[in-house]
């Protein structure tokens, strides 16, 4: 069945919908997105990714083409049209169509484009229950990964390396320390305790990190916000990783060392179950 998508204040069929290839977003990668997790046909933290947008445009001296009350307003649409029930909501925004030229151009119009993608089985990933598997690799990518920009390259490179070791995702590191996940922030648990790095533009100030911090924290769970190497990775407890599409997923193995018993952990486990229990509470 053909999806209704949003483009530039229109719903159209998908295959109806169009963007200029003097877009900048195909030209340059000259665009922000987010992505937000929908269960039950509601939208799982929306205001945290509608602020996240705002500060990503404003990093780049981007308008937003739209209030954001008209943001949740076309979310709610396209999960309704597209009777999504488990899935996500993809929303990006570029700088627009203009003659190609490395300046940013005056007075052009943003695109902005949002398409739903239905994803069953969302909240009882039978993954959650095996955990991943995760290599490292060299962070390669530009400096400013607090900025969610569409220039996705590297972490794609990052997967199919993960993908072509049989495993599942990479872990990238940077100066001997991990930065986050090639599309995901990371978690290791030593003795009851959780250490994940510290906000800075080394990493995207994920929206689920916020929120599991919050819940671990309000769970008298013990967060410790610093760098990690991978070697101090190997010898943890458990680990996990946390985005809007895994929520919390169990890392088991990192370079092939099995994670404590090699299943995943109890932290992980609970900590998924908290936020979505706690997620669904607030979604709309
Ligand atoms: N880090 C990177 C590099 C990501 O691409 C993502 C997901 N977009 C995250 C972290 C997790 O962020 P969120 O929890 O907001 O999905």
Known sequence: MSRTVFVNGEYLPEEEAKVSIFDRGFLF???????TSVIGGKLLDFAGHA???ARSLSELEMDSPVT?????????????VNEIDEGLVYLQITRGAADRDFAYPKDTAPTIVLFTQAKPGLRDN???SVGLKVISIEDQRWARRDIKTVQLLYPSMG????????????WLVEDGHVTEGTSNNAYIVKGGKIITRELSSDILHGITRAAVLRFAKEAQMVV???PFTIEEAKQAD?????????????????????LGD?????VARRLREIYLDESLKTAI
Do not use: N
């Open 29 to 35: 990668a000259d665009g922000v997105y987010e992505v």
């Open 51 to 53: 602020k996240r947008l």
């Open 68 to 80: 954001e009350d008209e943001l949740l307003a076309i979310h709610r649409e396209l999960v309704s």
């Open 126 to 128: 039978p993954a959650a």
């Open 159 to 170: 997967k199919m390396a993960a993908k072509k070791a049989g495993a599942d995702d990479a």
């Open 224 to 226: 410790e916000e610093r």
């Open 238 to 258: 458990e680990a996990f990783i946390t985005s809007a599409s895994t929520f919390v997923m169990p890392v088991v193995s990192i370079d092939e060392t099995p």
């Open 262 to 266: 090699g299943a995943p952990g109890p």
